[in-house]
C-alpha cells in the first residue's frame, strides 16, 4: 500500500526525497544559529545576537514551507534530528564566517535540487524553489556585508562594538 500511495503523489519521490534532505539541512541551520545567537548574548553583542536570533527563526520558517510542500503535494515530509551544533568560538568573526559558509551550503544544495527537479520535470518543485533561490542569494550577502565591515574595521576594541551596532541594519 505504502508504494502505491508513494506512486499517486504530486511531487516527484526522488525531489520529495532531496526536500526532506534539505529539511534536514535547514533545521541544522537554525539550530547553528541559535547557537550563535547564544555566544553572542553570553560576549555582549546584543546586535549580532538579536541578528542571530532572527536567522534562525528564518531557517526553521524554511524548514517548515519546506515541509508543508511535501505534505501539500502528497508526499511525506519527516520531522528532522539535528546533531553536531558547533556552540564555541573564538571570535565574532570567525561566527560570521562559519554563517557564510552554511549559507553557501545551503545555497549549494538548493540548487542541486533544482537541477534534479529540471531533470525530472517536476515543475511544480521548481517553480516552488525559485523563492529559495532568491532568499540564498540575500542571505549570502548579509553575511558578506558583515565580513566586509571585519575588513575595513578590523576586529579590536571600538571596532568590534561599532560592527556589532552596524548589524542591526543589515
Same mark, same amino acid.
Given at each position: 500500500?505504502? #508504494? /502505491? ?11 520529495? #526525497? /532531496? ?7 535547514? @533545521? ?9 545567537? !547564544?555566544?553572542?548574548? %553570553?560576549?555582549?553583542?546584543? =546586535? !549580532?545576537?538579536?541578528?542571530? =536570533? ?24 519527516? !520531522?528532522?534530528?539535528?546533531? !553536531? ?12 564566517? @562559519?554563517? /557564510? #559558509? %552554511? ?13 534534479? @527537479? +529540471? ?7 521548481? =517553480? ?6 532568491? $532568499?540564498?542569494? $540575500?542571505?549570502?550577502?548579509?553575511? +558578506? ?6 575588513? /575595513? ?18
Amino acid at each position: 500500500m505504502k #508504494d /502505491l500511495v508513494r506512486q499517486k503523489i504530486s511531487i516527484n519521490v526522488d525531489i520529495m #526525497d /532531496l526536500l526532506n534532505q534539505q529539511i534536514k539541512k535547514e @533545521a541544522h541551520s537554525s539550530s547553528a544559529y541559535l547557537a550563535m545567537a !547564544s555566544w553572542c548574548d %553570553q560576549n555582549g553583542l546584543n =546586535y !549580532s545576537a538579536e541578528f542571530f =536570533y532572527k536567522q534562525s527563526e528564518e531557517e526553521r520558517e524554511h524548514m517548515l514551507k519546506i515541509f508543508k510542500f511535501i505534505n501539500d503535494n502528497g508526499g511525506t515530509a519527516y !520531522s528532522p534530528e539535528v546533531k !553536531s551544533v558547533m556552540h564555541e568560538f573564538n571570535s565574532l568573526q570567525e561566527i560570521f564566517e @562559519a554563517a /557564510l #559558509d %552554511q549559507e553557501i551550503e545551503i545555497t549549494k544544495s538548493i540548487h542541486s535540487i533544482v537541477f534534479k @527537479a +529540471r531533470k525530472v520535470q517536476d515543475l511544480s518543485s521548481e =517553480y516552488f524553489l525559485q523563492w529559495f533561490i532568491n $532568499e540564498q542569494m $540575500e542571505e549570502e550577502q548579509k553575511m +558578506r556585508r558583515v565580513l566586509e565591515l571585519f575588513d /575595513l574595521m578590523g576586529t579590536d576594541g571600538i571596532a568590534l562594538k561599532l560592527i556589532d551596532e552596524r548589524v542591526k541594519d543589515i
